[in-house]
């Protein structure tokens, strides 16, 4: 029978441990191998959401192609609706209880607050008019060799962003700008070319930075894509500027609670370098 494994939320300092039984030994031990090849730690990477894990009591997970009689097993959901996703994303991982059912949420590229003056509740879609779900792994540069409909769900990569952010984001590449504001509400951030080249990319505020660059190479990892050697050079920058904090880890605690797999680069963030 699969089940879903709802864990604690462990402290920043033991990182290399948070949620331990989801990472079996063989793969910590490649992890914490500096000499273990980048294709190796692709590879191990991707098997922790492509396999189904079997839980086992007392220890690590098993990796495995199938989940045997009467094993407690779990693995990323391949079911999720874009509908169900974007319910979860706004009315679960990012809404904020002010007390007496008043909610709100902060959208990430222009940190203006929406409320429920605007659809904003438990479980509910906002006025897409005013707050969008974004593909930080743009949709039309979605993995051929993986269904469109799971990576278009995949929460690992969703944040609530401002409609018209999201319109100028389009599908640029991440990096730092010679640019100007996306639009007169929205100062923190930019688009333009990337520094130094003619590139037209896009540059998000520095508190989000390093949840972008953490995001992409897990969405990199996990359906088998390249990430572009200019935006490569700013997602490890941003990493090591924009550490992962408390809301990232529980978000992570929580998508594995809702989807079923975790994001390795919020637990491990020094392999972003190592890619």
Not at 9 to 24: D, E, F, G, K, Q
Not at 38 to 43: A, K, V, Y
Not at 180 to 191: E, F, L, R, V
């Amino acid at each position: 029978m699969k089940t879903m494994l709802a864990l604690p939320l462990v402290l920043w300092a033991i990182n290399a441990t948070a949620s331990v039984s989801y990472y079996p030994e063989s793969t910590v031990a490649k992890f914490t191998n500096q000499k273990t090849s980048q294709t190796d730690l692709r590879n191990e990477i991707f098997n922790l959401s492509e396999k189904i894990h079997i839980k086992n009591e007392g220890t690590s997970d098993t990796l495995s192609d199938s989940c045997p009689d009467e094993s407690d097993c779990s693995e990323q959901r391949k079911d999720m609706t874009y509908q169900e996703a974007r319910e979860l994303m706004f009315g679960d991982l990012f809404l904020v209880t002010h007390g007496n059912k008043k909610y709100s949420v902060k959208e990430v590229y222009c940190n203006i607050e929406v409320d429920q003056t605007q659809g904003v509740g438990p479980g509910k879609i906002p006025n897409p008019n005013v707050i969008n779900c974004e593909h930080t792994w743009p949709q039309s540069k979605f993995s051929k060799q993986f269904p469109s409909e799971l990576q278009k769900t995949d929460l690992h990569h969703l944040f609530p962003v401002d409609m018209k952010a999201n319109s100028t984001r389009s599908n640029n590449p991440f990096a730092e700008v010679d640019g100007k504001a996306t639009h007169s509400n929205c100062q923190d951030s930019m688009i333009g070319n990337a520094i130094g080249t003619s590139i037209r990319s896009f540059e998000p505020p520095i508190e989000h930075r390093g949840n972008v660059a953490r995001a992409l190479y897990y969405f990199s990892t996990r359906y088998k894509m390249n990430i572009d050697a200019t935006q490569a050079k700013y997602l490890k920058k941003w990493n090591a500027e924009d550490p992962v904090d408390e809301a990232e880890m529980k978000r992570n605690e929580k998508i594995m609670q809702l989807q079923g797999n975790r994001n390795p680069f919020v637990d491990y963030p020094e392999l972003v370098n190592r890619l």
